[in-house]
């Protein structure tokens, strides 16, 4: 089978596929550092309500193309729209207003050491200077508890928390402009199985409740099976499958073969339904 483009509509897909309007359109991406091509015409397309996962190997340059479509890094050629627009090409003030659209959780935690846990969530309101500072910390509260954690937690500080505290802190702040969508840098990166599990079931609910896009990157098989709706597969600079996991999985590509054909991946694939059964349970929902 031949990699599906990246905006296919998948046969077979399921009945409560989500409505097909892209929320993120990536087109004829490429992005060098000097001589060192990273993307080389890089096509993929978000859809509104999905979980779109973006898998590759290590330095293949997943972090990079999420950093340009939110405008932190230039294409070197190629277009980004980003609910409709490009953020290489936005005035400051525009791409402000549209950096509010989506919340941003970084591969590194990036929690500021020296700011509590309540003032950490509150910065990125505190920043668009909009609010008088009681509601700031009312409604930076009430991402906390959204997050699963308490008021008890909220004057800690970074160092005082655990690993998957440091996840829901870093999750609450990405969530403190209420954006629309919402972009995971292998958010379970680092968490106990137990404590991944619980990030995994709280991305599901908060995706239910919120109505959120999500686009995430992982190497981590069981979130990536227990999340995702379709699967992009970066190799070779290119995106060489974007589908769901069923349909992904028959490419040909030695990257694919080896991620997910392995023992290891065979197991977390038994959790995707198969036709005519229900999905197996979410982690934590058992
Ligand atoms: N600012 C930069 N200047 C030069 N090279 C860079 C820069 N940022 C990233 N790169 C290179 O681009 C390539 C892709 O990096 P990227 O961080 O996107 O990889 P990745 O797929 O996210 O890897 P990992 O899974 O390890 O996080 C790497 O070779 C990296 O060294
Ligand atoms: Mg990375």
Partial sequence: MSAAPANANPPGAP??????????????????FGKAVVH??????????????????SGSGKT?????????????????????????????????ALRSRWGLQFQRGALFSALSVIDNIALPLRELRALPDNLICQAALLKLQLVGLSARDADKMPSDLSGGMIKRVALARALSLEPELLFLDEPTAGLDPMASDDYVALIRELRRELGLT???ITHDLDTLVALSDRVAVLADHKVIAAAPIPQVVKVDHPFIREYFLGER????LQALP?????????????
């Fill in 274 to 286: 198969r036709p005519g059964q229900p999905a197996a349970p979410p982690p934590g929902e058992a």
């Fill in 15 to 32: 009945q409560h596929a989500p409505q097909r309007t892209p929320v993120i359109e990536v087109r004829d991406l490429v992005k060098r």
């Fill in 214 to 216: 999500v686009v995430m």
């Fill in 265 to 268: 991946a065979q197991r977390a």
């Fill in 64 to 96: 990079v193309l999420l950093r340009q479509i939110v405008g932190l890094e230039r294409p070197t050629s190629g277009t980004i729209k980003v609910f409709g627009e490009d953020p290489a090409r936005l005035r400051p003030a525009q791409l402000q």
């Fill in 40 to 57: 080389d015409h890089v096509n993929l397309d978000v859809y509104r309500g999905e979980v779109l996962s973006i898998v590759g190997g």
